[in-house]
């Protein structure tokens, strides 16, 4: 009697020892498919994020065109402005802000009008 139990220990011993095998090759599969849904959850996450850089880089560049854009116009239209002035009336606009800035100074020439 005593080996049948032996036996039966043996035996149940190595069905316990099967199904931790079982267990563990379960747990593999099981973290091997986590691993894969997560890798390729990181990959749609890396593609979202690059098409959502590139569409703000693009609406960025084109803020800063139609910026730009305006820049130009108004230097335009100041250069416009400004090329119609007459010559002396801009040296005399310059010779009063240019009076507020600098010291005064007597000249003994003749070709300084003062």
Excluded: N, W, Y
Excluded at 20 to 30: N, P, S, Y
Excluded at 42 to 67: C, F, K, N, W
């Amino acid at each position: 009697m005593g080996e049948d139990i032996l036996s039966r220990v043996i035996e149940v011993e190595r069905e316990i020892q099967e199904a931790l095998r079982a267990e563990e090759q379960r747990l593999r599969e099981a973290v091997a498919m986590a691993e894969r849904e997560a890798g390729e959850e990181i990959s749609r996450e890396e593609e979202r994020l690059r098409e959502s850089l590139a569409g703000a880089v693009h609406e960025a560049g084109e803020g800063a065109e139609r910026r730009a854009g305006k820049i130009v116009e108004e230097a335009q239209t100041l250069a416009e402005r400004f090329a119609g002035l007459d010559e002396g009336f801009c040296l005399e606009v310059l010779r009063v802000h240019l009076s507020t800035i600098l010291p005064r100074v007597d000249h003994d020439r003749q070709d300084v009008e003062g």
